[in-house]
């Protein structure tokens, strides 16, 4: 059975920090992996999408890396904002479902930036 | 991307009782997947469903407490029957949708925050 687990499980930097999330999965038979912000009261945000064969993405401020083999995911955030202040869920995709399954979540990462 | 929405946004309930959510999608998905997240807690994949077929239930999820219809492309109910304050949770409706460059990506609805009393 698939595990994500994230770590830290909360941070809180000054503004203007640039700042590193990680995920790791024990099933490296993923299709692809997903990162997300959940704003309190609101729903998921995609952030970044990552398919198996790739290695990175990147929009804007932040970059996603995935090592598949390794199981580790990093969500990297540069010149951090106190819009940025949220909960940071990272999820994987199985492969055996051909991409159609759904997503195995982890407890997420709460991210507190201070002005 | 999909633009999702549920109904309600938030309930308060009796134990015993039961209540349906319902999820619109402002366009045709072939899959239509619910989440439920329990205070402090993860995500977890509650059923898929599929349109014209019984949806698929996740490990520890039953049709008798959540019964789910998709009747088109667009829509779907959860319900979340006999309900105790256990059930007290946000459930979440989401699709994914395959773009040119991204395959299958997630898109979540706001959610509906359930309380249980």
């Known amino acids: 059975k698939q595990e994500v687990t994230q770590i830290p499980a909360a941070l809180s930097v000054p503004e203007g920090e640039n700042l590193v999330l990680n995920c790791s999965f024990t099933d490296s038979a993923i299709y692809n992996l997903q990162w997300f912000r959940q704003d309190p009261g609101k729903g998921l945000t995609s952030l970044l999408l990552i398919q198996s064969s790739q290695r990175e993405q990147t929009s804007g401020r932040l970059n996603a890396s995935l090592d598949k083999s390794s199981g580790r995911s990093t969500l990297y955030i540069a010149a951090s904002q106190p819009g940025d202040s949220a909960t940071y869920l990272c999820a994987v995709r199985p492969y055996s479902g051909g991409g159609a399954d759904g997503l195995t979540f982890g407890k997420g990462t709460h991210l507190i930036i201070q002005p | 991307s999909a633009v999702i929405s549920q109904k309600p946004s938030r309930d308060i309930c009796q134990r015993g009782t039961s209540l349906t959510i319902q999820c619109q999608v402002d366009?045709?998905?072939?899959?239509m997947f619910w989440y439920r997240q329990q205070p402090g807690q993860s995500l977890t994949l509650i059923a898929t469903a599929n349109q014209g077929s019984e949806a698929t239930y996740e490990s520890g999820f039953v049709i008798d407490k959540f019964p789910i219809s998709r009747p088109n492309l667009t829509f779907s109910t959860l319900t979340v029957s006999n309900m105790s304050p256990e059930d007290s949770s946000i459930y979440l409706c989401s699709v994914h949708q395959r773009t040119s460059e991204k395959y299958n990506e997630q898109f979540f609805g706001p959610g509906t925050r359930l309380t249980v009393l």
């Open positions: 366009s045709q998905v072939t899959m």
